[in-house]
């Protein structure tokens, strides 16, 4: 049979961002709660344009700000909350490489007070460029998998462990604000801010179970252990990328990965965007 994700939904057909009214607005809104990631085709934006529809649609609390910006980048391709992923100089290291590996986005969710860690934190790329195919030859994609479902997919058992477990969170090791410590707690087992539909919410490689901080090697088996299980009973959604898709998701629902192109023979320009919507 085949498998029907309810990740990837495309929504607003033959829109255009820049000029939607309130109940459009609304539509992505509940759309994305719904379904935890989403697609709206055939955009033509700068990065200005793509602040101000966050702006509009889901409010100004943005990650980033007060940045220089990149002289040699276009300004159409980057503003204070909006960057340009790839190789937009004709880097032959893509600027995201650390994301080819599972994860949920955190930025500044660990360090800011008041934001629980499964905040509806909706990060959106929007593909100026892609590759036409990845390093195995195949479309070049965004890979996701369904943490909702994941736990859904667990045995009752599984669940009741599960729902005792607490997890350590830090901000992402490239940022400013990382530190040795995680900061923030929360459990394994989360509920949807809008939905309440129970999921799992997992961070990263670095997060460390409550209790295992001075266990590391046990901290990390732990970790990994859960998250091949979590592989192993949820069939991932690929999106394939076109030129002008601008995709989203509710980084509280799932986890997600980019996976590799060589950049020495193909140019990749994505403008990233992230915004909290309270």
């Not at 709660?33 to 200005?48: D, F, K, M, P, Y």
């Not at 980048?73 to 880097?91: M, R």
């Amino acid at each position: 049979m085949h498998y029907q994700s309810r990740l990837g939904v495309e929504v607003l057909q033959g829109c255009n961002l820049t000029k939607l009214i309130d109940q459009q607005r609304q539509e992505i809104k509940q759309s994305l709660w719904e379904h935890g990631v989403i697609v709206v085709r055939q955009q033509n934006l700068t990065a200005s344009e793509l602040e101000e529809f966050a702006k509009q649609t889901f409010g100004n609390f943005m990650f980033g700000g007060s940045r220089a910006l990149d002289p040699d980048i276009s300004p159409d391709l980057q503003s204070q909350h909006v960057f340009a992923l790839g190789n937009p100089k004709g880097e032959t290291e893509p600027l995201e490489k650390f994301a080819w590996k599972w994860h949920q986005d955190k930025d500044g969710l660990p360090r800011i007070e008041g934001l629980d860690m499964n905040a509806l934190y909706v990060v959106m790329l929007y593909a100026v460029e892609v590759p036409a195919s990845d390093v195995h030859g195949q479309p070049h994609t965004t890979q996701f998998v369904d943490l909702i479902e994941a736990y859904n997919n667990l045995d009752y058992q599984q669940q009741q462990q599960l729902e005792k477990v607490l997890i350590a969170h830090k901000a992402p090791g490239f940022s400013r604000e990382a530190v040795d410590v995680p900061t923030k707690i929360h459990p394994v087992v989360s509920t949807h801010k809008v939905t309440v539909r129970k999921g799992l919410y997992l961070g990263i490689d670095s997060a460390i179970p409550v209790g295992m901080e001075d266990k590391p090697e046990q901290a990390k088996l732990f970790m990994e252990n859960l998250f091949q299980t979590v592989l192993a009973h949820t069939p991932i959604y690929s999106h394939v990328w076109q030129k002008g898709d601008v995709i989203f998701w509710d980084n509280s629902q799932v986890m997600h990965r980019g996976i590799a192109y060589d950049a020495t023979k193909a140019k990749r320009v994505v403008l990233r965007l992230g915004v909290v919507d309270i």
